[in-house]
T-cell receptor, first 112, second 110 residues
Framework: DGGITQSPKYLFRKEGQNVTLSCEQNLNHDAMYWYRQDPGQGLRLIYYSQIVNDFQKGDIAEGYSVSREKKESFPLTVTSAQKNPTAFYLC???????????FGPGTRLTVL | KNEVEQSPQNLTAQEGEFITINCSYSVGISALHWLQQHPGGGIVSLFMLSSGKKKHGRLIATINIQEKHSSLHITASHPRDSAVYICAGDYGGATNKLIFGTGTLLAVQP
């Protein structure tokens, strides 16, 4: 089945540790996105990538880093510089930046 | 102030009722998305529309570009429709940037 997978579904980390969230898609989409969702707020864009080996900061990129070495993969690293990392993280992809986005199931990160 | 506003924030309905969720946006967009988020967190895209009306099963989405307003309707609601419904304004262009509303939590009771 074609789709977007994120793993793990739940992730716990100690404060001060970096953690990497996985996002994989087999839809052959060029564009990929990372969003953060907090209670009572709309999703906010962290980073996006229009094509492999390229990525751009979104609205709340501070404390995060990404890479796009392969078309299918867009991992997000939450660094210790991120002040409030506990949140629900959603990955999305689209055929191009001009097409509809499809979302993954999300990863809930809790930093203890 | 969020550029995309939804109402109501919470909605409880009885099974079979006709449901309307509203979305207003303050700036020009190229399209408006309606998304459904289930309790597990995964998001499903329901509609993307830039004018007029779209229908899929019991779901209907309308948009009025002049009034900067969109509505999502659910006919003959069912408990399985219980979810968070999110609208998002699409600014298109080179970033495909979406501005999301905060969502409407719908609970349909049997």
């Amino acid at each position: 089945d074609g789709g977007i997978t994120q793993s793990p579904k739940y992730l716990f980390r100690k404060e001060g540790q970096n953690v990497t969230l996985s996002c994989e898609q087999n839809l052959n989409h060029d564009a990929m996105y990372w969003y953060r969702q907090d209670p009572g707020q709309g999703l906010r864009l962290i980073y996006y990538s229009q094509i492999v080996n390229d990525f751009q900061k979104g609205d709340i990129a501070e404390g995060y880093s990404v890479s796009r070495e392969k078309k299918e993969s867009f991992p997000l690293t939450v660094t210790s510089a991120q002040k409030n990392p506990t949140a629900f993280y959603l990955c999305a992809s689209s055929r191009s930046v001009y097409n509809e986005q499809f979302f993954g199931p999300g990863t809930r990160l809790t930093v203890l | 102030k969020n550029e995309v506003e939804q109402s109501p924030q919470n909605l409880t309905a009885q099974e079979g009722e006709f449901i309307t969720i509203n979305c207003s946006y303050s700036v020009g967009i190229s399209a408006l998305h309606w998304l459904q988020q289930h309790p597990g967190g995964g998001i499903v895209s329901l509609f993307m529309l830039s004018s007029g009306k779209k229908k899929h099963g019991r779901l209907i989405a309308t948009i009025n570009i002049q009034e900067k307003h969109s509505s999502l309707h659910i006919t003959a609601s069912h408990p399985r429709d219980s979810a968070v419904y999110i609208c998002a304004g699409d600014y298109g262009g080179a970033t495909n940037k979406l501005i999301f509303g905060t969502g409407t939590l719908l609970a349909v009771q049997p």
